[in-house]
């Protein structure tokens, strides 16, 4: 396992069909690098490569992001992501998330949701298995059932990836995949 989890954790993890995370300061360590007519954003690869396998192993992947970005989008389109939602402020990451739910037929306890700011403490306070990465503001490792040992944009949501696989015995055939 990434890091040893409660067996209540384990449960929750055990149910989990949905993977949602927030993207700036999760996937990437928050900066932005912005010149010129392009914004550019720092993704990490092996997070990318921990979400292709969540989706191989049948898991729906989305990702939530309060904040438009071209980068993001282009990033989404790379990993074939189920779900991309960019809303800006015209609804609540919440709202967003709760018609996701409504159009999958899936409920909050089916849903890991990774954040990292206050931005994220609704879908936090709701979601089956609610992880904050590790360098995410006190609010939201406080509302979280789990916090990373590793940063936004440095693997934690590799690292969460792993957690719902090797919980559900779903990891294993990865790695002897990858090991051929």
Same mark, same amino acid.
């Given at each position: 396992? @990434? ?6 954790? &384990? *449960?929750?993890?055990? /149910?989990?069909?949905? !993977? ?9 360590? #928050? ?23 969540? /989706?191989?192993? #049948? ?7 309060? &904040? @438009? ?13 189920? !779900?991309?939602?960019? *809303? ?10 709760? *018609?996701?739910?409504? =159009? ?8 890991? !949701?990774? #954040? ?6 609704? @879908? ?11 360098? #995410? ?19 934690? +949501?590799?690292? +969460? ?6 919980? *559900?015995? =779903? ?10």
């Amino acid at each position: 396992m @990434p890091a040893k989890i409660s067996s209540s954790n &384990r *449960q929750r993890a055990k /149910r989990i069909k949905l !993977f949602l995370c927030d993207v700036d300061g999760v996937l990437t360590d #928050g900066s932005i690098f912005i010149g010129g007519e392009r914004e550019f954003k720092r993704f990490n690869i092996r997070d990318g490569l921990g979400i292709v396998c969540a /989706r191989r192993a #049948g898991l729906k992947v989305g990702w939530v992001s309060a &904040r @438009p970005s071209l980068a993001t989008k282009l990033r989404a389109e790379e990993l074939h992501i189920d !779900f991309l939602v960019q *809303q800006g402020d015209n609804v609540s990451k919440t709202a967003a998330i709760e *018609q996701l739910l409504a =159009q999958e037929k899936l409920n909050w306890s089916e849903v890991c !949701f990774v #954040g990292d700011d206050i931005i994220d403490l609704g @879908p936090l306070t709701r979601a089956g298995l609610a992880v904050a990465v590790g360098d #995410g503001v006190p609010e939201a490792r406080a509302a979280a059932h789990y916090t990373t040992r590793a940063a936004g944009g440095r693997g934690a +949501v590799r690292e +969460v990836i792993e957690l719902i696989l090797q919980t *559900q015995d =779903q990891w294993q055939q990865f790695v002897e995949k990858y090991s051929e």
